[in-house]
Structures are given as C-alpha cells and as structure tokens.
C-alpha cells in the first residue's frame, strides 16, 4: 500500500471562502468516489493555527505504484489540481506502508 500525502498553503490573500477555494474543495471531496485507484480518501481543513500548519490536507492510499499512477493521471484528479494551481501551493509525500 502507498500512503499518498497533500498539504495546501492558500497564497497570500487567499481566503478559504474564496469562490475559487470553495469549487477545489468540492473538486477534491468528490474524487473519492470518482476515482477506483483509491482505497482510502480523507480530505478536510486545518484546525491548528500554528504558524507553521498548512492550510488543508489530502490523506488517502492506493495499492500500489501502478494505482498511484492511475490517480495522479485520473482527469478528475488533474481537474482538481488545475483549479488548486490558481490559488495554493503544496507539498507532497508518498510512501509505502
């Protein structure tokens, strides 16, 4: 199994009730159930007001190298990146567990 991390920083200015903030939410909750890769799916706002805390966070899991592919390349996965791309930035962890 992979575990396949996301953290979302918004951009300065960015708020979460931003139009645009609100159509990549609903982007992301929706793979879920759109994508047959994932095994797992999470996805939900930061609560800690750490400095340091990303904004939102993707948690989810697929079987393999070959399923983490499939995801990353879905189009309803690239949909959701392009509209992310307008308005946060992210760091990215995979690894087997």
Known sequence: ????????KLNDGVERDDPRVAAGVKAFEELG?????????ECAW??????????YAINS???DTDALKGYLEHPAHQAGVALWREFATWVVADYEF
């Open 61 to 63: 899991a697929v079987a």
């Open 1 to 8: 199994m992979i575990r396949h991390l996301v953290l979302f």
């Open 46 to 55: 930061n609560i800690s007001e750490r400095p340091i805390a990303y904004d």
């Open 33 to 41: 159930g759109l994508i047959p890769e994932l095994t797992f799916w």
